[in-house]
């Protein structure tokens, strides 16, 4: 067999991620043709081991839930990929590529926004108590003792509030946006399995 029948025209896809997120775009990424090239060097473990599609959508359910959590301030990885360009059936797999990443970015804003107003408000609440703690600290040291043990109570009811709200309310942020989270892993699933059979 010559050289020229061995050749291979790759095309190439890069893809910003973090750590969280990046086993899943990989697995997700082989349903499509697409073989991780690079990876900045980090050792990235697979999150799907198991691409049945008996068992693909309870793998891609498990690993979304680490997609999800990128509201963190875990550093971005480039994810590198390259695909054969002559691969069969390449514009059915674009198309279904193209639902798989919306519903992945679905994910991530729906979980961002989420992350924000929990700590949003949390944060607001304690701004106030510390706003009510320095007012504390100002009267102790002018010796208003009973207006410094207001405040200062106060203000630790108010650090209180906030970290227990943001228990609390990221639960319920969590409750009201789980079907819609859902609603999008279900649309993963589906491109996945069938991007998967194209090219079984």
């Given at each position: 067999?010559?050289?020229k029948?061995?050749?291979?025209a790759?095309e190439?896809?890069?893809?910003n991620?973090?750590?969280?997120s990046?086993?899943m775009y990989?697995?997700?990424?082989?349903?499509?043709?697409w073989?991780?090239?690079e990876?900045?060097?980090y050792d990235?473990?697979s999150?799907?081991?198991?691409l049945?599609p008996?068992?693909?959508?309870?793998n891609?359910?498990n690993?979304?839930?680490?997609?999800?959590?990128?509201?963190d301030a875990t550093p971005?990885?480039?994810?590198?990929?390259k695909?054969?360009?002559?691969i069969e059936?390449?514009?059915e797999l674009?198309?279904?590529?193209?639902?798989?990443?919306?519903?992945l970015?679905?994910?991530?804003?729906a979980?961002?926004?989420?992350?924000a107003?929990t700590?949003g408000?949390?944060l607001?609440?304690g701004?106030?108590?510390?706003?009510?703690?320095?007012l504390a600290?100002?009267n102790?040291?002018?010796?208003?003792?009973?207006?410094?043990?207001l405040f200062?109570?106060?203000g630790?009811?108010?650090?209180a509030?906030?970290?227990?709200?943001n228990?609390?309310?990221?639960?319920?942020k969590?409750?009201q946006?789980?079907?819609?989270?859902?609603?999008?892993?279900?649309?993963?699933?589906?491109t996945?399995e069938?991007?998967?059979a194209l090219?079984?």
């Amino acid at each position: 067999m010559s050289n020229k029948e061995n050749f291979v025209a790759y095309e190439y896809k890069t893809i910003n991620a973090t750590r969280k997120s990046a086993g899943m775009y990989i697995d997700c990424m082989e349903n499509f043709g697409w073989t991780l090239a690079e990876n900045d060097g980090y050792d990235i473990q697979s999150l799907l081991t198991n691409l049945n599609p008996a068992n693909l959508g309870k793998n891609l359910a498990n690993a979304a839930q680490s997609f999800g959590e990128t509201a963190d301030a875990t550093p971005a990885i480039t994810l590198k990929f390259k695909r054969d360009r002559r691969i069969e059936n390449k514009q059915e797999l674009e198309k279904l590529e193209r639902g798989y990443e919306a519903a992945l970015s679905a994910i991530n804003r729906a979980e961002r926004k989420n992350a924000a107003q929990t700590m949003g408000i949390s944060l607001g609440t304690g701004i106030i108590g510390t706003v009510f703690i320095s007012l504390a600290a100002y009267n102790f040291v002018f010796s208003n003792t009973v207006l410094g043990v207001l405040f200062a109570a106060v203000g630790a009811i108010g650090w209180a509030i906030g970290f227990f709200s943001n228990l609390k309310i990221g639960k319920k942020k969590y409750n009201q946006t789980e079907p819609y989270i859902q609603e999008q892993l279900d649309i993963v699933y589906n491109t996945c399995e069938k991007a998967h059979a194209l090219l079984a």
